[in-house]
């Protein structure tokens, strides 16, 4: 049986039954995009319709003009931005409702007001030039359509109205992330618009496989994601836990996609991220071949990728846009930094208290003469120094960009040189948090550095405790965790910890990309196997070429 036989025989079954359990919801999106959102039954149920709270029965729409108007007023608490303009058509008059606030004055003006000013003798519908109406009957999905950028208008004498989308696109312009340069490649990022961020993907991904799963989660205001992942390639059973989980959260309100990772992430007790978050169009493009999914948030820059394992969070765009020599020496540095923002000042603490013996003879007295007038222990003198770091760090980002780096490095550069002449700290000490602050800025993942901020800090007491075996106690504790650790199935220490010998080509090392023939088989995609030869010409080329 073939491996994807082996995967769409059980899990389309399972599939159907968890589909089944889920309500879609049509909606259109701007310029005209579909999607269809899901809910559960259950949490349906226990909650109130999208966007607006009512009773659980439907609410229809009046027979009356001015009984729809008095309760879209009481409905919204008849805010400020509530605007209605009194129509007169060719046989019957109405009256059209928005929010100015979250629409386009000049669209309405264009496809709503100016055909109906024509006085045609045909259906609404028809009159409307906007490819984007819908005929509503009940009152609560009106508030919806409003709240969401729509303009209702209500005829005399008739129990329905006509949605039309007509949203206000106060959107920034798209950059490359400033987290995530790369030297070769695109410099486009994602934006706060979630159908933008959706043609930055498609732009990349022009095929019918690429599928997009759309959701509105929160309680009491409603959030749009989208799930993507290729339908021949991503593992089912994982795209069904994804679905599963993404609609079964509850939270009021969704700030941004941070807040859809803690809420699905696997382990929340683990300081190592689970999900990678990005802004790149590119890099979500890459990881859905390889049979991975993502999850987009409307009003967020930042997408979801899953399931990952830790090298992961190592690799880079540059990475395959460079040379294999290139990309596999800066990927190993990358990880050998990972290894020096966490232990190297536990190693110096280690060393100064416990194990001088391993320091040559000439380095014993340069250290003996940097720590003899400290009056601080080692852990002490490490505290203050990594303390002091993580502050100029933080009011460097909360501080306005065009100070905020000057401030982190004269802060810096004052601070520790005030401090070794104070005899406060060690010129040593100065160096070892300079080396391992440099060394987390390689990373690519700004959580995998945060948690190796926090990590450090393990190590340092360890370290102070019993040396180089503390050392070794709290680094084994981690590997533990990490064996242990998964990401919606996948082991994170994958491929080390399967075994899979052939995925090392593009783990710690980067080989041709010739060779990387198979996709990765820690996600467990249907399809293995990328292409028969990347390099084809070989064998058409003559020998005499």
Known sequence: MSRASKHSAPHSHFMDNFESSLTPYPYIGPGGMRMVFFQSKQSRSKSAPPL??????????????????????????????LKFHDLQLSANSGCLAYLDTLVDTDIIHEQILLPLAKGLDLPIRQQLTSTDVQIRHDIDNVIQDLLSGCAVLFLR???????????????RSIEEPSNEKVIRGTHDGLIESLSVNLHLIRKRLETS?????????????QSKLALLYMQDIANPEMIAKATHRLSSIHADLFKSSGYVEQLIEDSWLSPFPQILSTERADRIA?????????????????????????????QSPDDYNSRWHIGSFYRMLRILSFFIASMLPAIYIAIIAFHFEVLPFK??????????LVPFPPLIEAMLMELT???????????????????????GIIIGQAAVEANLVSNVMVIVVAVTATA??????????TSLRLLRFPFMFAAASFGFLGISICLS?????????????TPYLAPLSTGKWSDMRDAIFRFPLWLLQRRPRDPLPIKTKRSTSMRGWLSDEPDDY
């Not at 390889?290 to 990952?308: K, M, Y």
């Not at 987390?440 to 550095?449: A, C, D, G, K, P």
């Not at 504790?477 to 199935?489: K, R, T």
């Open 286 to 314: 890459y990881n859905l071949i390889e049979g991975r999914a993502a999850v987009i948030t409307d009003g967020s820059p930042t997408a979801l990728v899953f399931p990952v394992n830790l090298f992961t969070f190592f």
């Open 363 to 372: 380095l014993v007295v340069a250290f003996k003469q940097s720590v003899e």
């Open 440 to 449: 987390s800025f390689t990373i690519t993942s700004n959580e995998m550095v």
């Open 209 to 221: 496989q690429l599928v997009i799963r759309s959701f509105e989660v929160g309680d009491e205001v």
């Open 157 to 171: 004498d008739q129990d329905e109205a006509y949605s039309v989308n007509v949203p206000s696109h106060q959107l």
């Open 52 to 81: 607006v709270k009512s009773s659980s029965h439907p609410s229809p729409l009046a027979a009356t003009l001015e009984a729809n108007m008095q309760t879209v007023r009481q409905r919204l608490s008849d805010p400020l931005d």
């Open 389 to 411: 770091i993580e502050l100029i760090r933080e009011a460097g980002i909360r501080m306005p960009t065009s100070i905020g780096p000057v401030i982190g490095i004269v802060g």
């Open 477 to 489: 504790v981690v590997l533990m965790h990490l064996c242990a650790l998964e990401s919606f199935g």
